[in-house]
Each structure stands twice: as C-alpha cells, then as structure tokens.
C-alpha cells in the first residue's frame, strides 16, 4: 500500500528557509516519478517540482525556479523539498504526490497517490 507522509512545515519570516519531508512506503521513491504540489488559501492546487523518470530530469514551476530544489535519501526513501528565498505568497498546504508512469506532471489531477500535507506560512 502507498503511503506518504510530510512533515516539516510551520512559520518563517519573508526570505528564510524551510525544508519539508516526504516519506514514502509501499513504494521506492527512486523508482518512482514524485513530485511537491501546493494549495493556497482559495486558490486551486498547483505543481511546484516533479522528477520525472524518462527523461531523468526535474522540471520546476516558474515560480520557485532558483528558490526550490528537491533530493532525496534512498536509505530513508524519503524526498525533502528545501526551500530558500520564502516568499509571503508561498504560504500553502504543501503536498507530496507520486504517479505510476514514468513521466511526471505538475497537474495535480494526474497523481495517483497523495500525502495529507504540511502547512507553510510565510509571514513577519
């Protein structure tokens, strides 16, 4: 059974760092296309990063390109988003998601599984 869970989240001032966790089971994140969505107060969710198997490569949202970067401990199998340069409108549920094909997508209504997210709130 696949299952994801975040942890990391909470208050930062504008410009500060935050990294989330995602830990998987049920499932090897190396193998798998995963990817971080996020979903703001009255706005719809929306992809943030995803790794894509084919091709090997991480795509990003305009928005977080040079803030966000994701890895991952495969020892753990766990993936972490960190996150510098914060930003007020980064305040969101954050999620993570993984999908079985191979190719990632930052439509959030192609994901198969979903974690119950973390809240970010980025405020002085």
């Known amino acids: 059974q696949v299952q994801l869970v975040e942890s990391g989240g909470g208050l930062v001032q504008p410009g500060g760092s935050l990294r989330l966790s995602c830990a998987g089971s049920?499932?090897?994140?190396?193998?798998?296309?995963i990817g971080w969505f996020r979903q703001s107060p009255g706005k719809e969710r929306e992809g943030v990063l995803c790794?894509?198997?084919?091709?090997?490569?991480?795509y990003y949202a305009d928005s977080v390109k040079g803030r966000f970067t994701i890895s991952i401990d495969s020892a753990k199998n766990t993936m972490y988003l960190q996150m510098n340069s914060l930003k007020p409108e980064d305040t969101a549920i954050y999620y993570c998601?993984?999908?079985?094909?191979?190719?990632?997508?930052?439509?959030?209504?192609?994901?198969?599984?979903w974690g119950k997210g973390t809240l970010v709130t980025v405020s002085s």
């Open positions: 049920g499932f090897t994140l190396d193998y798998s296309t």
């Open positions: 790794i894509s198997r084919i091709p090997g490569r991480t």
């Open positions: 998601a993984t999908k079985t094909s191979p190719y990632c997508t930052l439509d959030p209504s192609r994901q198969d599984y």
